[in-house]
């Protein structure tokens, strides 16, 4: 085991100057930039693998391969890495889910270049928010990501590409502000030699007032990009928008980056205020899960209806980490996860039958099941594990969310009985709009040659993609604690703060 090796350094620069060779690659190869990315993206992933395997301890909470360098020395800024369980498990979800999205995007032939490039940077951008140890590394990771998919929604997007991308950079821009603000408090605050090391952080405390008004500017930042009610209205347009390989990064990545912040600024840094402001965490994620279910129910686009069911997910992530307890936020942790991989996969899977029918919109699709059996079956599966079928990742998940809840002592029994009922109500709303969609894409009574009268099957391609992200899906669903293991140990460090408060 070779320990002086910056293995995080590595994983998170070796996309960015794995992009900067793309210009140097003939003018007209297409098909060698499109075999370049992938290759690269699997190279980055098995690195990651390597890097877990050899290097990492699954129970030890502490943070781990921690590599600091000096930046910039007149404000103390550090290139500073780390990782522990939580950040490890977010880590292999991004090497995964990314490289699936790289080759779902091998359609494209339209300037393939620039929109490899921006993958990439986008692939940088966020490994190194989830190895950040620097909380001024950790802003500028989260604005890397603003840039790239700006662009990819305005040269690859559809017809409101341009309204789409516009809205997602004053959302995401605006809630940057509020993050930067509350970094730069936290790390001033007490001190004449600023701080940005989030471990100082850690041992850092504040009156009452200011840790509640840094809390709510963290707290902006991330419910722009988780995103939390009412502060999601970007995500559905700029889904309905995206290329579906950029969907595949924005539901099974981007989203994540919003509460892996929650949980390691807000829940781990600023523990007396999370302690106010959790029962209300758990009462807007309760009304998101309803409120995105009745609302996806009435949209007529399908990655529409894909992105508000999405939203309704993000209420299970809410409600766990507003929870408190060791069960909730694992099965906050773990929705986490799985929703990465169920969304991933929808969008995925949406962006192929589009290729075929040239249209989202449910009213017009129809009895295409017989002519595309199996994308019918694909889509079918993953809905069924949207919807939290019993063997699938999203039941471990809903369910430790659900268990989160009830057993904490703290709450009361008519608070526990209400937030029960509201998640009850939304998991009845889920399979309404989940099999509905399916109902109008692959049934009804439209003969599918009014659609496009060549309609052809999944190939090799699009079928290994979608059975790479289902057997991780269902291998979670059946054994959870395979993934649960990676973090497991750091939830119980981080609730043992909480302890000593009491």
């Known amino acids: 085991m070779i320990s002086n090796v910056p ?35 699997i190279l980055e992933f098995l690195l990651i693998v390597y890097t877990f395997y050899c290097h990492f301890r699954i129970d030890d909470p502490s943070i781990q391969l921690i590599e600091r360098f000096n930046w910039i020395d007149s404000i103390h800024f550090h290139w500073g890495l780390g990782i522990d369980g939580l950040s490890m498990g977010l880590i292999l979800l991004t090497g995964f889910v990314t490289t699936s999205a790289t080759l779902a995007a091998w359609p494209i032939t339209r300037n393939t270049r620039l929109f490899y490039f921006l993958m990439l940077v986008m692939y940088s951008g966020q490994i190194g928010l989830f190895a950040s140890r620097d909380i001024l590394l950790f802003f500028f990771m989260w604005e890397l990501e603003l840039i790239p998919v700006y662009l990819l929604l305005c040269l690859w997007g559809g017809k409101r590409r341009l309204y789409s991308a516009t809205k997602f950079i004053l959302y995401t821009a605006g809630g940057s502000i509020f993050l930067l603000i509350a970094a730069l408090t936290t790390s001033f605050y007490g001190t004449e030699t600023p701080s940005f090391d989030i471990q100082d952080l850690t041992n850092k405390s504040y009156p009452i007032s200011l840790e509640v008004l840094i809390y709510l500017g963290f707290l902006i930042a991330y419910a722009v990009k988780l995103p939390i009610f009412p502060f999601h209205t970007w995500l559905p347009d700029t889904h309905g928008e995206a290329h579906y390989s950029t969907c595949m990064l924005l539901a ?7 509460g892996y912040g929650l949980i390691r600024i807000n829940l781990e840094l600023l523990t007396h205020a999370h302690s106010i402001f959790g029962s209300w965490l758990v009462v807007f994620g309760a009304i998101q899960i309803v409120y995105a279910s009745l609302i996806s129910i009435g949209q007529r686009n399908l990655k529409r209806r894909i992105a508000y069911s999405s939203v309704s997910h993000m209420g299970f992530v809410i409600i766990g980490i507003g929870s408190l307890t060791n069960t909730g936020i694992n099965g906050a942790i773990l929705q986490m996860i799985s929703h990465g991989l169920i969304g991933a996969a929808l969008f995925f899977l949406a962006g192929t039958c589009y290729d075929r029918t040239r249209t989202l919109s449910l009213d017009q699709l129809g009895g295409i099941a017989i002519k595309m059996p199996r994308p019918f079956t694909m889509f079918s599966i993953f809905s069924l594990a949207s919807l939290a079928l019993p063997g699938m990742s999203g039941f471990a998940s809903e369910l430790l969310v ?8 703290q709450y009361s029994s008519f608070f526990k009985v209400v937030i029960t009922v509201i998640e009850a109500i939304g998991t009845v709303l889920t399979p309404i709009y989940l099999l509905s969609m399916l109902r109008r894409i692959f049934y009804g009574y439209k003969p599918s040659n009014e659609i496009n009268p060549c309609l052809i099957d999944s190939g090799p391609r699009e079928l290994f993609i979608s059975i790479c992200l289902f057997l991780p899906i269902l291998g979670i669903g059946l054994y959870p604690n395979t993934v649960l293991a990676l973090w497991g140990s750091k939830v119980l460090s981080i609730l043992s703060s909480y302890s000593l408060m009491g």
């Open 7 to 41: 293995w995080l350094t590595i994983i998170v620069l070796f996309p960015i100057f794995a992009s900067l060779l793309l210009p140097m690659l003939p003018r007209n190869g297409n098909r060698i930039i499109r075999w370049y990315t992938p290759g690269i993206r």
């Open 252 to 258: 099974g990545v981007l989203l994540k980056m919003g």
């Open 402 to 409: 659900f268990l989160g809840v009830v057993t904490n002592k």
